[in-house]
Structures are given as structure tokens and as C-alpha cells.
């Protein structure tokens, strides 16, 4: 057989493929399949508890049923949990959209499991299937109507890129993360499926909403998330002419905008106490040159300044966060906005902590939790490597400095702008929604570390910074993807159609 | 042939023990310190049938464990139904207490082995076992819902409301202390005792009987020595108001009353001039007839709490003060310290005297049923506990254990002038820590006070140092020796120059080039 038969007779496969399997198909189906064997074929990847699951797991009705659980924080991951049968007595600590996720797994096992041991992995299966569809939506909306010798490297991309275990991981957890992960992909689907014109716009918009109200309430920190999409999101009320769905949208961005605010509001006092002695002494006083002046900056005794570099979870210490002395004279003199004003008369200051929250801001999966069940034999702690080529190539190759994630925005945006342009000079308001999708990813990205800054300092950065960690994924893979597609500068023919 | 044997050992053991003491004293090592290491505490054994939860006798298993440890006794506590048999042989005391008047004592182990049982017991509540009825030759009868007044040497408090209350009609022994019934008709001893058994019908915390307990106790418990009353402040901070606490040491040395603070550990950062006026300020209060203790740390998680860490801790705070002449005396802590085996064995070992404060917050880390006990130990109160009383003396007489008022120090002048007030007219002799016997080592340093005498590792502590004012200057971050610095910094300043040059010839001739281009249509469309 000569070279060009075998060329043709791929050419002829190729073809035959891609009738019936595009590339959205392709990155789903590849991504489901990943993550079925990571998390459920064994050793079960999953991810070991910080300590952060008490406050989600007794309020929801399970409780740590392992009995040398305590032994295992951080070194290894336990599938199962005890469901609790009488009256729980424990009120929920925290108010976020993982509840609903959890009850609902929780509901699922009790049916086909056990009705008093919970199997972690039924919330695994319950994510992952959702989140195989939002990589299917993502992908179809980059690759929709375009050559497939584009829309199949992107599905690849997208596999390398979204089917890490750094990511999935998290589905065998109780970490927030997981909710965020899966609602940033439908958001941003959602939302450049709106951009391409591609399925009908009121169920987008309603995709749009829902994964942005279960984002903004899933963590605290995400409250700003709401208020950023209300805001740069305007312009979407504006891509349809009929009433109907411009009302729809507008009451939409403020139901996100509430979202955000009461998500603010409702913070427990203790985790304000936490983040907020964070803040004073892993932020303003650990970077500050003499922190008896950052004091005075705040009008708090310059005694305070023996809590310089101090954390919360130090196993012993000289004083309670939650005591009346710290509550009376420390956390009332200052909040958020007077730390924000420092950082803004304190520059300096600023960057170096910007610098080291860019030191964890490329790193997926957190250093401190082991991946792996005790009785796999694997030392406490240890983390996998299946499918961790483009977490650990991130983590290797990204320059980690702030300087870097400037020009990484600046590039980015001015590299949308002309698209952005055009489309509002030719009065094509559905091509123009391209850019503020990116933008507001960017921002969410930035609050992510700004929040987690001005609200914890460096405390425990790794995992406060996730929300730009999976934005710069997302608008790094939407932007190599347009320059694949040729769709970079001068954008999509197909929207506004 | 026996008999001979065991008397040569004896000869041989005490011939053994005299060598060696006049060796220790020939070396110089004081002699009560011998005395103390051979002394063995009194191990008791508590038992109780329930905690008593949401009831009014809730909380008096803990006092008692506190008032057992102000008198120095070991204890071991268990339930009823988790004792064991042949468990009372291994005790010479046994205090046992029965919160809950609907169930009797059924662990028939106990029953039967109290009956053979040569030591003492005291038997609290009702579900009076046989046995003590029969030693104390006693009847006893119910009280239900009433209120009554109890009298106890120098104290008296009406009004007390009881459930259910036993009372002693009849028995045999020392009586101690008054019961009687708000409309006259009962009145029958607080509580009675023999040889080796007695019986208090009423034990609550809060009232009256929580203090009428501890005067049965200790001659229950044989003990001679009289108590004396000190005074404490606690939650003493680095960033508390420390003129404050420096001015409320002056008016208490005014007053001539002696106390104590219970400062809060720092283990990090004490090189900051923060922790130094800390330290010179606990100084002063020290040259003030003031007694430092070391207050437990506050333990946020015992997840992954390592026993060295906490020592290692611990140890080096005392060696902070120690090493600026401060003598802290002993530690200050919740009473579930005392029943954690690793708080007990890796944060209060390098002291043998304590202040047990009541359980607040409980974070144990590895629980035991049995007590560290300290030579010398304080049952915490606040006055305002002592003055809900009637007293027949207008001075108050010491109490039977050794006690310490509690104060929490506060940042309120106007608070701490009150108190200091308070305490000038309460009447209450307050004694000077420093005049116990207190030993604190860490494994650089040896504490001890004795006779009022402070000395660290065998010189005189000096208590008149001069206070020193404490400035800010300190360098809070170390400058890196950077190399070339001054080259880089003009390489810098010469690219900046460069790219901004760049860049400004870059968009002059992208205006020229966009200007070619739009003259080369409008030239096309003129033509």
C-alpha cells in the first residue's frame, strides 16, 4: 500500500469519525472516561481533609465514622463517612450551595448503598457527570461550526487541560472547589454559547444564572463573584432585542448580585474572626517593615505586634481568636476597607504579597493533602501523578510572579480588544459579549486573590487562590483555542446571526 | 528464721536511707526537698453514678475533683457501673457520689466489696450503701422541694432550694456544719463522720455545700495544715493595658495585699520589643509583691499536637522569663489539664504547684481517668461566690484548703480601682505566694521560692531592678546582602530607557505607516 493510500485511507476514517463524533463529544467522552478511572477504579484518588470538613460534613447530616480519623488529616483520603440517624444536633457552620450537592449524593446512596455509611464517591459520580457535561459545552462552543482540524486539537487541549487530577480530584472531597470548578466551565460556557448564537438563549441564560448563583454561594470568598458578573455582564441584557429576555437578564445579574451580597452577609462570625486575624497578622503585619507603625496605622495597640506572622491553627497559643479581648481591642479596629486603603497607601507592601499569592496561584492541586487511602500502603501525604501531565508542567514551566499574570491579563485583553471593537461598531452586540466574558473571569480571578489577601493574608494561599488557579485555565484554554480557530482578532462569523 | 531475715533488711534499709541522707546533707542539698520527693500523694478513688446534666447538681463531680486536688490528692475517677471488683482494695479512700435520687447503686461488685472494705469512704447523696449506714449507726429521711439553710463554721446561706435531699436524723460520729429546713421543722447535721466512714447528704456547686464540703474533706482526708487564701488575675496578655496592670500592682502594694498573675505563654517573636515591655512589666509587678504563674497555652486543635512541641514550648517561655529575672512560680490552667495525660506529662511537669481553674472550654488531647496532683494547688474562686454568704466575723477566717480569689484582668481602670476597693474592704487576709513552697525546672533553669525567698538556679532573684522604657527600634526584617546591586540597579534604570525609547519610535511609525495607508485609499478613490 503506497503512502498516499494510507494518507487517504485515514483521510477517509478521519471523516467517518467525525460524522458522529464531534469534538465536544470527543473532550467529554475522554474526560468522563479519565475520571472514571481515577476515582473509581482502584487506588481511588480522592483528596485528604485539611481539617476544613467538620464545618460542611456535621451540618449536613454525616460525621467522621473512621476511628483513627484524626490520625489521617492531610496524609490520607477516607471514602466513607457515617450518616447520622437520630437528630443531628449540629446546625450547619457554613451556608453554601454544597449542601445541595452533598444532600442530594447523600439521598442517592442512602437508596442504593447503605443508609448509615456514606460512600464519598456517590458525590464523585454525581460531579463528574455533571461536569463531563460542562466540558461538552464548553468544547461544543469553541468548536461549533468550525473546520474539525481545529476543533479537534481543542478537544485535546481541553482533555489535557480540564481532565487533570489536579481538578477532578476534588470530586472525592468536601471541599468546596469541587462546586467551583464545575459552575466556572458552565458559566463560561453558557456564556460563549450565548456569544456564538448556538442552542436557545433562554436556556443558556438560565445555565448562566444557576451556575453563577451555586458559584457565588458555594464559598464565602466568592461573594465578590456575584457582584463582578452583575457588573461586566450588563451587556448581555442587550444581545436580544425582545423584552421578554432583556427583563429575564436583568433580574438574573441581580439575583447575583444579591447572591454575592448576602453570601458577604451571612459569613459566620468565627470564620470572620479566622480570616480576619489572618489578615492583620499573615498580611499587614508579616510584610510590613515595622509592624508597631502598620499598627498605629490601624489605631490598635502596638503591643499586637507579638501576633506578627502568628496563624490561627497554631496548636498552641497565647491567645483564643474568638476571645473578648482580641474582639474588643484588635478585630473592631479594623476591616475590610481600611485594609484595602493600606494596601493602596502601602504599595509595596501590596506587591510582595501579590508576588507570594502568585507563588500558589499556578498550582492546582494543593501540597499538603495525600491523594490516597491508608490502606493503599503509600506514605501520608503522597499525591498522584495519573493524568497530572499539564498540573505538574504548570507548576514546573509558569513563571510564578505577579508581573507575569499582568502581562498574561494584558495580553489577553488587548489581544480581544479589536474583536470587541468591531463588533460595536457594527452594532453587533451579541459579538461584542466576548471580551467582558474574559474580563470577568480575569476578575474573578483577581478577586480570588485579592479577597484572599486582604481577607487571610497568606494563610493557607494554595487553596485560597483556586479561584484564579481554574480562571487562568479557562480563559488560557478559550484563548489559545481562538488563535487555533483563527477566531482571535477578528471574531466568530457565526454570532449574531 | 523469717522473721529474722526481714528485720536484717529493715536494719539494712534504714542504715541505707541515713547514709544517704547525711550524704545529701554533707552536698547541701535542702532537706525538704528529700522530704518532698518522698512524700507520695494520697491516690483516691472518685466515683459517681452520672454526671447530672441540666440539673442543679450538675458540675459538683468537677468541684470535687478540684477541691481533691487542692489537697494535693491524686485522684482516679470512674462511674459506678464501670467499677471493677476488688478495684476499693487498691484505694485508702473512696469518695463516692450519687447525683441521681431515682436509681440506687446496682454494681453488686461494689456493693460487696465496700462491705469488706478496711479504708475510708465518704458516701455523697442518696442510695446510702448499707455499709456506711451501719458503721455510722445512721437513719436518714427526705427532704422534697423545700428551701433550707446551711451553716458551716464561720458561714451561714438561707434560701437554698433542694429537690430531693436526704438528711440525717440519726448517727454516730463528728458532725460537722447544719442543715435546717426553711419552716424549722428539720435540722440535722451537714454532714458526719467516724473512723473511717462519713456521709454528706447535699453537695451543689454554687452554694454553700460546694465550700461546707471541703471542711468534712480535709479532716476525712487527715490533713493539718491550715489553708490560706491568696489572690489571682488571670487572662493577663502581652497586649493587655500593662500600665494598667503596673498601676493596679501599685495600689495593691499600697494595700499591702500580696497576689499573683497567670500570664499568658508568647512562643514566638519574643525578641520584639512587644514582648520585652511584656517582660519588664511582669518584672515590676514582680518587685511589687506580685507572683508570676504561667498560664496554660490556648490549644486550638489536638489533631495533630505533638507532645515535644508543647514542651519544647513551654520550656522555652519559662526560660524567657527566668532569663530576665523573672521567677514564675507555677502554672495556672483549666482542671482538664490536670486529667490529659499529655498536658499533664508534656505542659505541666516543670511544676509542682498549680492553680486549677473551672472547666471552661475542654479541648482534652489524650484523656485519663486519673489526676496529676501538685504539691501545692489553689481552688480558684471569685469573691463574689464568698460574699453571697452570711458570715458571724467580720474578718473572714482562711478556709480549709488553700484558695485564690480570681479576678480576670481587664483593660477597665475603672473596673480594676473597684476591685482593688473591693478587695481593701472585703477583710480577707491574703497570703503571699511566695512564702509556699514552689519549684518550677526546666532543663536550664531551676526556680524555687521558699519563705518569701525567690532564687534562680540557687542566686537571689533581684527584685528592685530599675524599670527600663522600652523604645521601638528593631530591625523586624533582616536586609539580604544583595551583590551587584548597584550595577543592576543602573541596568534596570538603562532598560527602562531603552523599551520606553523603543516603544515611542514604534508608535511614531505606526502613526506614519497608518497614515500611508489611509493617503494611499483616499489617493485610489480621488483617482
Known amino acids: 500500500m503506497s503512502v498516499s493510500k494510507v494518507k487517504l485511507y485515514i483521510m477517509n476514517r478521519f471523516v467517518l469519525v467525525s460524522r458522529f463524533v464531534s469534538p465536544a463529544l470527543l473532550a467529554a467522552t475522554c474526560v468522563l472516561f479519565i475520571t472514571i478511572m481515577a476515582l473509581f477504579i482502584p487506588p481511588y484518588i480522592g483528596m485528604a481533609d485539611n481539617g476544613d470538613y467538620f464545618r460542611i460534613l456535621y451540618g449536613n447530616g454525616l460525621y467522621f465514622n473512621t476511628p483513627d480519623y484524626d490520625s489521617q488529616y492531610f496524609g490520607y483520603f477516607i471514602k466513607h463517612f457515617g450518616i447520622f440517624q437520630y437528630f443531628n444536633e449540629n446546625s450547619s457552620d457554613v451556608i453554601s450551595s454544597q449542601s445541595l450537592f452533598i444532600h442530594f449524593s447523600v439521598w442517592m446512596n442512602k437508596i442504593f448503598y447503605d443508609q448509615q455509611v456514606f460512600d464519598i464517591r456517590f ?16 468544547v461544543e462552543s469553541l468548536t461549533w461550526k468550525i473546520p474539525k482540524k481545529y476543533g479537534y486539537p481543542i478537544a485535546i487541549l481541553a482533555v489535557l487541560m480540564f481532565g487533570d487530577t489536579g481538578y477532578t480530584a476534588y470530586f472525592n472531597s468536601f471541599y468546596g472547589e469541587s462546586v467551583v470548578i464545575i459552575m466556572m466551565v458552565f458559566m463560561l460556557a453558557s456564556g460563549l454559547l450565548l456569544y456564538r448564537n448556538r442552542y436557545n438563549d433562554y436556556v443558556l441564560l438560565a445555565i448562566f444564572t444557576l451556575s453563577g448563583f451555586l458559584l457565588t454561594t458555594s464559598k464565602q470568598q466568592n461573594a465578590p463573584v456575584g457582584v463582578i458578573i452583575a457588573f461586566i455582564c450588563i451587556i448581555l441584557i442587550f444581545i436580544r432585542k425582545q423584552k421578554t429576555f432583556r427583563i429575564l437578564m436583568s433580574s438574573s445579574l441581580l439575583i447575583l448580585l444579591l447572591a454575592g451580597i448576602s453570601t458577604y452577609a451571612l459569613i459566620p462570625k ?5 480570616n480576619k486575624y489572618h489578615a492583620m497578622t499573615r498580611g499587614i503585619l508579616m510584610e510590613s517593615k515595622d509592624p508597631e507603625v502598620a499598627l498605629s496605622a490601624f489605631g490598635i495597640d502596638k503591643q499586637y505586634a507579638i501576633l506578627d506572622k502568628s496563624i490561627y491553627y497554631a496548636l498552641n497559643s497565647t491567645v483564643d481568636v474568638n476571645s473578648e479581648i482580641l474582639e474588643k481591642n484588635f478585630y473592631s479596629q479594623y476591616g475590610f476597607g481600611s485594609i484595602l486603603k493600606y494596601y493602596f497607601t502601602n504599595t509595596g507592601q501590596a506587591g510582595k504579597l501579590f508576588d507570594l499569592a502568585a507563588k500558589s496561584a499556578f498550582i492546582i492541586r494543593p501540597p499538603a493533602m495525600g491523594n490516597y487511602e491508608k490502606t493503599v500502603g503509600h506514605p501520608a501525604g503522597e499525591q498522584t501523578t495519573f493524568f497530572s501531565g499539564y498540573s505538574l508542567m504548570k507548576k514546573a514551566l509558569t513563571p510564578r510572579t505577579f508581573g507575569f499574570i499582568v502581562i498574561w491579563m494584558a495580553v489577553v485583553v488587548g489581544l480581544y480588544i479589536p474583536s470587541f471593537i468591531a463588533a460595536l461598531r457594527a452594532k453587533n452586540i451579541r459579538q461584542a459579549i466576548r471580551l467582558p466574558l474574559v474580563v470577568t473571569f480575569i476578575l474573578f480571578g483577581l478577586s480570588g486573590i485579592l479577597v484572599s489577601i486582604i481577607g487571610a493574608g497568606d494563610a493557607d494561599l494554595a487553596k485560597h487562590v483556586f479561584l484564579f488557579t481554574i480562571a487562568f485555565d479557562l480563559v488560557t484554554f478559550v484563548f489559545i483555542s481562538d488563535i487555533i480557530r483563527r477566531c482571535l482578532l477578528r471574531g466568530d462569523q457565526e454570532g449574531g446571526v | 528464721m523469717g522473721i529474722k531475715k526481714v528485720e536484717f533488711n529493715m536494719y539494712v534499709k534504714i542504715k541505707l536511707k541515713v547514709t544517704v541522707m547525711i550524704l545529701l546533707l554533707l552536698i547541701g542539698i535542702p532537706f525538704s526537698n528529700i522530704y518532698a520527693s518522698e512524700q507520695e500523694p494520697i491516690h483516691a478513688l472518685l466515683l459517681y453514678d452520672g454526671l447530672a446534666k441540666g440539673s442543679s447538681r450538675e458540675g459538683n463531680v468537677e468541684t470535687m475533683q478540684r477541691l481533691l486536688a487542692s489537697y494535693g490528692i491524686k485522684v482516679t475517677q470512674s462511674t459506678f457501673d464501670n467499677y471493677k471488683k476488688g478495684g476499693l482494695a487498691e484505694y485508702n479512700k473512696v469518695i463516692g457520689i450519687q447525683n441521681l435520687d431515682e436509681l440506687s447503686i446496682t ?14 469512704y465518704l458516701h455523697i447523696g442518696t442510695s446510702i450503701p448499707s455499709a456506711v449506714q451501719v458503721e455510722l449507726n445512721m437513719v436518714t429521711n427526705m427532704l422534697r422541694d423545700q428551701f433550707v439553710k446551711i451553716s458551716m463554721d464561720q458561714f451561714s446561706e438561707s434560701r437554698i432550694h433542694v429537690k430531693n435531699m436526704s438528711y440525717i436524723v440519726q448517727a454516730e460520729g463528728t458532725f460537722y456544719g447544719s442543715i435546717m429546713s426553711g419552716n424549722g421543722d428539720v435540722r440535722s447535721p451537714y454532714g458526719v463522720r467516724n473512723d473511717h466512714f462519713a456521709y454528706v447528704p447535699y ?85 511589687r509583691s506580685g507572683s508570676v504563674l504561667v498560664n496554660a497555652p490556648v490549644v486550638s486543635s489536638t489533631a495533630s499536637q505533638d507532645g515535644l512541641t508543647l ?45 486549677l481553674f473551672p472547666n471552661k472550654d475542654m479541648r482534652y488531647w489524650s484523656r485519663t481517668d486519673s489526676s496529676q496532683p501538685f504539691a501545692s494547688s489553689l481552688y480558684s474562686m471569685q469573691l463574689d461566690f464568698l460574699q453571697q454568704f452570711d458570715h458571724n466575723d467580720t474578718i473572714l477566717q482562711d478556709l480549709p484548703m488553700d484558695s485564690a480569689i480570681t479576678y480576670d484582668f481587664s483593660d477597665n481602670e475603672v473596673d480594676m480601682s473597684k476591685i482593688v476597693q473591693t478587695l481593701n474592704d472585703s477583710w480577707i487576709t491574703f497570703a503571699d505566694y511566695r512564702y509556699g513552697q514552689h519549684t518550677v525546672h526546666t532543663q536550664a533553669n531551676r526556680i524555687v521560692s521558699d519563705n518569701g525567698l525567690l532564687t534562680l538556679n540557687g542566686q537571689d532573684v533581684d527584685l528592685n531592678d530599675a524599670y527600663k522604657n522600652i523604645g521601638s527600634e528593631y530591625a523586624y526584617t533582616v536586609e539580604q546582602e544583595k551583590s551587584f546591586a548597584k550595577l543592576f540597579n543602573i541596568q534596570n534604570n538603562v532598560f527602562i530607557v531603552l523599551i520606553v525609547v523603543t516603544l515611542l519610535i514604534f508608535g511614531f511609525l505606526f502613526i506614519i505607516g497608518y497614515r500611508l495607508y489611509i493617503r494611499k485609499y483616499l489617493n485610489q478613490r480621488r483617482k
Open chain 2, 107 to 120: 454494681n453488686e461488685d461494689f456493693i460487696n466489696d465496700l462491705k469488706i472494705y478496711k479504708g475510708d
Open chain 1, 270 to 274: 468565627e470564620f470572620v474572626n479566622i
Open chain 1, 123 to 138: 458525590q464523585a459520580a454525581m460531579y463528574t457527570l455533571l461536569y463531563t457535561i460542562a466540558i461538552y459545552l464548553l
Open chain 2, 203 to 287: 453537695y451543689e456547686q454554687g452554694n454553700l455545700s460546694e465550700l461546707a464540703m471541703s471542711y468534712v474533706l480535709k479532716d476525712w482526708l487527715d490533713i493539718t495544715r491550715q489553708g490560706q487564701t491568696y489572690l489571682i488575675f488571670k487572662e493577663v496578655y502581652p497586649f493587655s493595658d500593662l500600665k494598667l496592670l503596673e498601676k493596679l500592682a501599685d495600689k495593691l502594694y499600697d494595700a499591702g495585699i500580696p497576689f499573683m498573675v497567670s500570664v499568658r505563654p508568647v512562643f514566638m517573636n519574643v525578641d520584639y520589643p512587644a514582648m520585652h515591655r511584656y517582660l519588664e512589666t511582669l518584672k515590676y509587678v514582680q518587685s
Open chain 2, 311 to 355: 514542651q519544647t514550648q513551654m520550656e522555652s517561655f519559662v526560660d524567657v522569663l527566668a532569663d530576665y529575672g523573672i521567677a514564675p512560680l507555677g502554672i495556672g490552667a483549666e482542671m482538664y489539664w490536670s486529667y490529659d495525660q499529655q498536658y499533664a506529662e508534656y505542659g505541666m511537669n516543670f511544676f509542682d504547684s498549680s492553680i
